[in-house]
């Protein structure tokens, strides 16, 4: 196997001489560069596995440099080193494609995971099991090959994830894949529903805790950023922690390290952070529910899941997986569906997306007798086209929904009549309905009128 190379771009020789050294120790070689123009002839001459770049240079800026790699070297990871508490730099810096950073004044051990993680993204994914390997996002709509393109993308780089989208539109498969294809896939992916978890619990539940610290504390305990150690954590409806524990994850987040219940030591931890809601940060930050700074800091790229309804021709491959799934984990054969059938379900607008799909299949499954599903095995009204249908008729649907998809569905109807009545004029509407251009945006995405 070839020796890894490495592009170190920064002006101060202390800097050069500590990266030169630490690599030379990992069997890594390295090529110096002490400005852009040097950096853009060694790139020029030589293929590399890393680069890794100072913010400041003395003919440009390090941000520069990044979007030149990711524009003109897409497969080679670059990094950046910021000044000590710099996040905006940093932030910066992986928006523009940066693969991750580095603080000044260096941490060894933060450097050598860094250019470890960076190394295995040429690796093969041979360690992956078959069915890890398996796991994709089914369908070929452009939506969906939009995101499978977006999330190998992100699977590049260790900037924090925000995906949001409807309840049921496979956040967790979405971020499971983003670890997968990625150079932590050999470590944990540890996923936590938020909302789950009591508010007294969440501390040691994310933190770990130490024996005594509080009653029925009989033993130490590691918390899930230990448990994830090395790979991701997922939090999932990330909106739903409470304000104190938001504070406490941030500083986590920041410090690249937790401090366990009862504890007076710091224990660091080497996680990517991907998170996840269904529900709008932008208001929960404007209500007072959620930390403005926190989220900034998680959500670097934001990866929206498209809603089946805007796909429906996605939903016979999606059907057709569900039941093969089915007939694997079950006794019964699998279940074909009949070309009525399948015209039922793709007229039908999935308020509950793939998870809802799945429940019907699942259900008309265990409940068909013949092997060939038929329309009245899948218990849906005759669904018509949404705009279609009469006021009286949708206000008697959107009152079988739960409550959440009730209030999507109003969100839609009242978008609808205000995007009409303005010609689809976008700041008009933002402003007749007291919200931001931004967050309209936001919600044409979500509801899938974009």
């Known amino acids: 196997m070839s020796k890894a190379h490495l592009l170190i771009v920064d002006d101060e020789p202390d800097i050069l001489e500590l990266v030169t050294i630490t690599c030379a120790r990992m069997g890594v070689g390295t090529q110096r560069a002490q400005t852009l123009a040097e950096a853009h002839h ?75 993680a960076a190394l295995k993204l040429g690796a093969p994914a041979s360690s992956a099991t078959p069915d890890k390997q398996s796991q994709t996002l089914i369908g070929d709509s452009a939506a969906i090959r939009e995101t499978r393109a977006l999330i190998a993308k992100l699977a590049r780089n260790q900037a924090p994830v925000f995906i949001t989208g409807e309840s049921g539109t496979g956040k967790e498969l979405a971020a499971r894949l983003i670890h997968l294809q990625g150079p932590r896939r050999e470590y944990p992916f540890v996923p936590v529903n938020c909302g789950a978890i009591p508010a007294d619990l969440m501390e040691t539940e994310l933190f770990g805790h130490r024996k005594g610290s509080f009653t029925g504390a009989v033993s130490d305990q590691a918390g899930l950023f230990q448990a994830a150690q090395g790979g991701t954590l997922f939090l999932d409806e990330i909106a739903d922690l409470p304000l104190p524990m938001q504070v406490k994850l941030l500083r986590a987040i920041q410090q690249k390290s937790v401090r366990p219940v009862g504890s007076e030591t710091e224990i660091e931890v080497d996680v990517r952070i991907i998170s996840a809601s269904h529900r709008n940060l932008d208001d929960e930050v404007e209500r007072g529910n959620f930390r403005r700074d926190l989220y900034y800091r998680i959500d670097v790229i934001e990866l ?40 039922r379900l793709t007229a039908h607008s999935f308020p509950g997306n793939v998870r809802e799909l ?47 998809d009730q209030l999507d569905e109003i969100e839609r109807r009242a978008i609808l009549e205000t995007l009409d009545a303005t010609h689809w004029n976008r700041t008009a509407v933002a402003k007749q309905l007291g919200m931001t251009t931004r967050s309209l945006r936001y919600r044409l995405n979500k509801l899938g009128l974009s």
Do not use: W
């Open 42 to 116: 060694h790139l020029e001459q030589q293929a590399f596995d890393l680069c890794l770049t100072d913010m400041r240079l003395p003919d440009g800026n390090g941000i520069d440099l990044v979007r030149l790699i990711t524009k003109q070297y897409p497969n080679l990871p670059v990094a950046m080193l910021t000044a000590y508490g710099s996040m905006d730099s940093a932030v910066a810096a992986m928006k523009a494609g940066a693969f991750d950073f580095v603080s000044k004044p260096v941490d060894l051990q933060v450097l050598r995971n860094l250019i470890g």
């Open 304 to 343: 929206l899941m498209p809603p089946l309804r805007s796909r429906p021709e996605d939903i016979p491959p999606l059907a057709d997986h569900i039941l093969s799934q089915i007939a694997e984990t079950s006794t019964t054969p699998k279940r074909q569906l009949s070309d009525a059938a399948l015209n």
């Open 358 to 404: 799945q429940n019907l299949l699942e259900r008309a499954t265990a409940l068909a007798d013949d092997i060939k599903l038929e329309p009245e095995d899948l218990y849906l009204p005759a669904d018509r086209p949404i705009q279609a249908r009469t006021k009286a008729v949708q206000a008697e649907e959107i009152d079988r929904q739960p409550l959440g």
